[in-house]
């Protein structure tokens, strides 16, 4: 049984919604390299951003305790783990027409930033940081959850038998291969880290009875293990 969630014709039509104040609008908007460049812009967008993904997690994880309420706690949490995937909040604002309106640093901007997955969903989430300050978690709800059940929608409910349960991600594709081959679940490390503290990123690789199977890149670590899986399963064949 499906719960009702709210739905909003702005999201539909893939629209920002305002912020009208502007000052909390370009703070959101601002990262850190326009700052360096610009000393007198104002803030830039960390620390929205920080409060964005607490937003996040509530908003999502409420839609998905009162939409799905059949699935277990492991489900949602796997289905939480691929809305909130670095990958899958690009690509929300990118529908959403952030990456045009982020104000970066010449070197930012030349080297892509626009279009980086990283700085998109940062950005994402400062935005949704803002409007919360201005509107209030009901607005938060009524313009995003719908943004979300889409997409959660797809994932839970696959339109045909001969897609993948994408509930399973990538770690758990990968858990179930090193079990049914080796009797033995994968280990996850991380070897490597760089960058600075705001913009950290991690290299983990995944390792099944001490041989390496695959490496990935993320901005936390959750991430990188799952692109470290990914690259395992693309390596042993597994789709």
Known sequence: MLVTFPTSSKLEMRQLPTIKNETLR????????????????????????????????????????????????????????NLVDEKQLAKFASQLGIGDLMRLGKGADKEGGRQNPALLSDTFEAYMGAYYLESGIDAVRQLFAPLFRDVADSIAFPTSDTEPNNLVDAKGRFQQWALANFVENPEYFIIDESGLDHAKEFTAEVRVKGKV????????????????????????GVE
């Open 213 to 236: 199977y695959g490496v990935g890149k993320g901005r936390r670590k959750q991430d990188a293990e799952k692109r470290a899986a990914e690259a395992a399963l693309k390596k042993v």
């Open 26 to 81: 370009l703070n959101a908007l601002t990262h850190r390299s326009y700052v360096n460049e610009h000393p007198d812009a104002g803030e830039h967008n960390e620390r929205l951003e920080f409060l964005g993904d607490a937003i996040l997690g509530f908003v999502v994880g409420e839609l998905l305790y009162n939409r799905y309420p059949d699935l277990s706690e492991a489900h949602l949490t796997r289905l939480r783990s």
